[in-house]
């Protein structure tokens, strides 16, 4: 029963086919040759990583930089720790930061996100250093 449906669904598609008109008659504008001006290289952002240690307590560095952080334990503080270290990176580089965000097991989900809620407060790129958390996938 089925192959017949089939084959009048094709025979109707083919007459369809023949009776239309399939004609080019249409002459797109293509656009004029513009010179562009080369845009200056964006610099890739410096990742600040923000430690969130089991008693709730904020440690705040570079990524790459592993011994150098200094300790917060109030978000307030944290947030204007945050926003002098993106100052000076971006007077002294032009480049803005990404925040990760490196949460201990034992602390508590809310503290993670009051801090995903700081990078909110002042538009910056944020993502969370675990794999089954990442709010985006980080390519490599």
């Given at each position: 029963?089925?192959?017949?449906?089939?084959?009048?669904?094709?025979?109707?598609?083919?007459?369809?086919?023949?009776?239309?008109?399939?004609?080019?008659?249409?002459?797109l504008?293509?656009?004029?040759?513009?010179?562009?001006?080369?845009?200056?290289?964006?610099?890739?952002?410096?990742?600040?990583?923000?430690?969130?240690?089991?008693?709730?307590?904020?440690?705040?560095?570079l990524?790459?930089?592993?011994?150098?952080?200094?300790?917060?334990?109030?978000?307030?503080?944290?947030?204007?720790?945050?926003?002098?270290?993106?100052?000076?990176?971006?007077?002294?580089?032009?480049?803005?930061?990404?925040?990760?965000?490196?949460?201990?097991?034992?602390?508590?989900?809310?503290?993670?996100?009051?801090?995903?809620?700081?990078?909110d407060?002042?538009?910056?790129?944020?993502?969370?250093?675990?794999?089954?958390?990442?709010?985006?996938?980080?390519?490599?």
């Open positions: 029963m089925i192959v017949r449906l089939i084959d009048i669904v094709l025979i109707v598609l083919f007459g369809f086919m023949s009776i239309s008109v399939i004609d080019i008659n249409a002459t504008p293509l656009p004029a040759k513009i010179n562009k001006i080369p845009e200056k290289k964006k610099l890739p952002p410096e990742v600040i990583e923000i430690e969130i240690d089991q008693s709730n307590h904020f440690k705040i560095g990524f790459k930089i592993k011994n150098k952080r200094e300790s917060y334990n109030t978000i307030s503080n944290l947030e204007l720790s945050v926003k002098k270290i993106r100052e000076q990176i971006k007077r002294r580089d032009s480049k803005d930061i990404v925040i990760l965000v490196s949460p201990h097991e034992n602390s508590t989900v809310q503290t993670t996100v009051d801090v995903l809620d700081l990078c407060r002042n538009d910056i790129p944020k993502n969370i250093n675990k794999r089954s958390l990442a709010l985006y996938r980080l390519v490599r």
